[in-house]
């Protein structure tokens, strides 16, 4: 059985996870034990907006902005966090369009499930 290290060779395409962002790319140089340099070619997950340990909390001290990696930026990334890709490379533009419409539209959704819940609606 091949190590995690052994596929992960330089140009290899793969789909990695970046704090709470994921994007797909190619391993830029040889990986550590523990992370691998990855350069960004799209965005599959927006990374999420404000402070990580209050979840959806708006009223925090620092509301935590949070921009998705730019195309060609290399992040090291925890290894296992990292998996081949072989699909095709969405180009980079239309892909952190999507993903950015994708979180928007999630909490869109949200905000009118809370609005038809009791305490939403107004009910007491």
Known sequence: MQSQEQTLAV????????????????IAEAPSAVKAA????????????GDLHNPMDPDVGFFHQRRALAKGEIALMPLETIRPYHGEVPDYEESLRQALYFELERMDR???WAAQSPAGAGAA
């Open 11 to 26: 140009g290899t395409r793969v789909r990695a996870a970046y704090k709470t962002g994921e994007y797909i790319g190619e």
């Open 38 to 49: 990855v350069r960004i070619l799209a965005v599959v997950k927006h990374p999420t907006q």
């Open 110 to 112: 949200m905000a009118r």
